[in-house]
């Protein structure tokens, strides 16, 4: 084989894998463009939901539109007829706790991670606890 042949076969190949090379290139940028797109656009969609949502709430409260009308509205966007409000929760609770001769009722008692009790995480921003009164 002579070395013209081989020389054009060699400029070939890297010609296409130039090409290959500009066309990746050009498909991730479109990529890009076209998340970036999507990410607006889903921004501009929850706006508009969170505003649908807001309107519904206090037009049915203010009973501009029926409950039916708020369902409606509500299965069309896909939201819940629900608002939130922060309520603020005193749970009291009576334990016995077992404390042998001799030990110092406050030093058991203050072992206890009363904080450490679960609740749904979703729903409590807060959790505190004190003990108040001890019994003996």
């Known amino acids: 084989m002579d070395q013209t042949m081989i020389n054009?076969?060699?400029d070939y190949l890297k010609s296409q894998i130039a090409q290959k090379d500009e066309r990746i290139q050009q498909l991730e940028e479109h990529v890009q463009r076209v998340t970036q797109r999507d990410y607006a656009t889903r921004g501009e969609l929850q706006g508009i939901r969170d505003g649908m949502?807001?309107?519904?709430?206090?037009?049915?409260?203010?009973?501009e539109?029926?409950?039916?009308?708020?369902?409606?509205?509500?299965?069309i966007c896909g939201f819940e007829l629900t608002k939130e409000v922060e309520v603020e929760v005193n749970v009291t609770y009576y334990i016995t706790v077992e404390v042998p001769a001799g030990e110092d009722v406050d030093s058991i008692i203050s072992d206890i991670d009363f904080d450490a009790i679960t609740y749904d995480i979703d729903k409590i921003t807060h959790v505190s606890s004190s003990v108040d009164n001890v019994d003996y």
Not at 53 to 63: G, N
Not at 65 to 75: D, L, M
């Open 53 to 63: 949502h807001t309107w519904t709430i206090e037009a049915l409260e203010q009973r």
């Open 8 to 10: 054009a076969t060699e």
């Open 65 to 75: 539109i029926s409950q039916t009308n708020a369902e409606e509205i509500a299965e």
